[in-house]
C-alpha cells in the first residue's frame, strides 16, 4: 500500500530565503495562470503561458510544468472554482527536478539552479525509504519555520495472523476510543484544546479584517493537524496492543454514526467536531500494514446490550456513562460495556476456539464477574 512519510531538511539563513523566495514565485506564477481560463488540459495550458511565466517570474522549465499541472489539477476537481493560491503553498516536485544523494541529502531546483540539501531523518522514516520506490511526486511544505519533503512509498504489508483473541473498540466522546481490556483514551485534553480553538475563532470572526480571516485559516491548518496527532498516536497503540497479543481488531459500522448518536446540546458540537471517519482509517491501515486481521460489527445496542445475560434494555443506561442491566446487575463504565459487546460479535463470527479479552471474558462461554473488570 502507498504510504506518505515526511522527510525534515535542514538549511542555513542563506538557503531558507532561496527556498521561500522560490515558494512565493511559484505560487505567484500559479496565480497569475489560473485566471487565463478555465484549462483542464496541460498541453492547453502551456501554450497559453509557458512563455510568459518563464520570462515573468525566473522559473527554470520543469518549475513551470509544475506550476501549470497544479493549477490544471484545481480546475479538473471544480471547473468553477477561483483557486488562490497561499503565497508559500506547498510545490510539487518529480524526478526531473528532485533527486535524492542517498538518505541523508536531496537535491531541488529553485530559483537559483539546483540545491543539495541535508535531511532529518529518523530510524522510522530511514526503514520505510531505504530500498524504496517513490511514487509520484514528493511535496515540498513549509510550516511552523520548518521544511518537509513529503514523500510517497510503496510500503509492504504483512501477512495477517491467525487471531487467537479480539480486542474490541469503542469509539465515543467522553472517551475517544475505549478497548475491551478497559484502557480509555480520554477526549478531556482535546476538549480543552477544542474550546480555546473555538474561543479564539469566534474572536476572529468578530474582527473579520483580512488579518484576522488569515489567522482563521492558520487556525484551521493547526487544529486540523491536532486532530490528525491524537488520531495517529490511538490507532497507533490500539494496533501495537493487538498485535502484541495476537488479536483481531473489531471496531463498529461508523455509517451515519453522526445521525445514529444521539447527543446533548453540550455534547453536540464535541460529536461534530472529532474526526470519527479518520481515527477509523487510521486503525485499518495500520492494521493492514502489521498484519493485524480487522473486522467491522453492527453496531446496533452494543452500548444497551449486557454482556453478561444479553439483555437489551434502554434502562441499562441509567446514566450516559454508566451500565447497569435491569435484570442481572452487572455494573459498569458504558464505554467498556459496548467494547466488550463488539468483541463478543465479532468473535462469533470468527474461527477462534477460546479468545479471551484481558481475561475478562471467554467467548466459549460469557463469564463476567458483578463487579466487571477482574
Known amino acids: 500500500m502507498l504510504q506518505t512519510l ?117 530510524e522510522y522514516q530511514k526503514q520505510h525509504l531505504c530500498g524504496k520506490v517513490v511514487r509520484g511526486q514528493v511535496d515540498l511544505i513549509y510550516r511552523n519555520g520548518l521544511f518537509h519533503l513529503a514523500v510517497v512509498v510503496d510500503a509492504p504489508e504483512e501477512t495477517l495472523y491467525e487471531a487467537k483473541n479480539v480486542l474490541g473498540v469503542d469509539l465515543g466522546i467522553e472517551n475517544l476510543a475505549t478497548d475491551s481490556t478497559g484502557e480509555h483514551f480520554s477526549g478531556s485534553k482535546v476538549d480543552e484544546v477544542r474550546k480555546r480553538y473555538t474561543s479564539l475563532r469566534a474572536r476572529l470572526q468578530a474582527r473579520g479584517t483580512k488579518s484576522a480571516k488569515r489567522h482563521l485559516k492558520k487556525l484551521s491548518g493547526r487544529e486540523r493537524r491536532f486532530k490528525r496527532n491524537v488520531n495517529h498516536i490511538i490507532s497507533k497503540a490500539l494496533v501495537g496492543k493487538a498485535k502484541r497479543t495476537e488479536s483481531l481488531i473489531a471496531l463498529e459500522d461508523l455509517k451515519g454514526i453522526r445521525e445514529r448518536v444521539r447527543v446533548g446540546h453540550n455534547q453536540r458540537e464535541r460529536h461534530n467536531k472529532w474526526a470519527f471517519r479518520q481515527l477509523r482509517n487510521f486503525i485499518e491501515y495500520k492494521a493492514k500494514m502489521a498484519g493485524v486481521p480487522l473486522q467491522v460489527v453492527d453496531p446496533r445496542n452494543t452500548s444497551r446490550t449486557c454482556p453478561r445475560c444479553g439483555t437489551i434494555n434502554g434502562r441499562n443506561r441509567p446514566e450516559r456513562n454508566r451500565f447497569r442491566c ?20 465479532a468473535a462469533f463470527n470468527q474461527p477462534i476456539v477460546a479468545p479471551s479479552l484481558n481475561k475478562v471474558y471467554e467467548v466459549a462461554a460469557i463469564s463476567l464477574p458483578l463487579g466487571g473488570r477482574s
Not at 332 to 338: K, Q, S, T
Open 326 to 345: 435491569v435484570r442481572c446487575s452487572f455494573s459498569e463504565e458504558a464505554d467498556y460495556v459496548a467494547a466488550l459487546n463488539i468483541a463478543k460479535r
Open 6 to 122: 515526511m522527510v525534515r531538511l535542514e538549511t542555513n539563513d542563506e538557503e531558507k530565503a532561496v527556498i521561500l523566495k522560490t515558494l512565493e514565485q511559484f505560487n505567484l506564477a500559479c496565480n497569475y495562470a489560473a485566471p487565463k481560463g478555465v484549462y483542464t488540459s496541460k498541453y492547453e495550458l502551456q501554450k497559453a503561458v509557458y512563455r510568459e511565466l518563464r520570462e515573468k517570474f525566473g522559473l527554470g522549465a520543469q518549475m513551470v510544468i509544475r506550476v501549470i499541472s497544479k493549477v490544471v489539477e484545481v480546475y479538473k476537481r471544480d471547473k468553477t472554482a477561483k483557486p488562490e493560491f497561499r503565497s508559500r503553498g506547498a510545490i510539487q516536485y518529480d524526478r526531473r527536478n528532485l533527486s535524492w544523494k542517498g538518505l541523508d541529502r536531496v537535491s531541488i531546483s529553485t530559483i537559483k539552479g539546483r540545491m543539495t540539501l541535508k535531511t532529518r531523518i529518523g
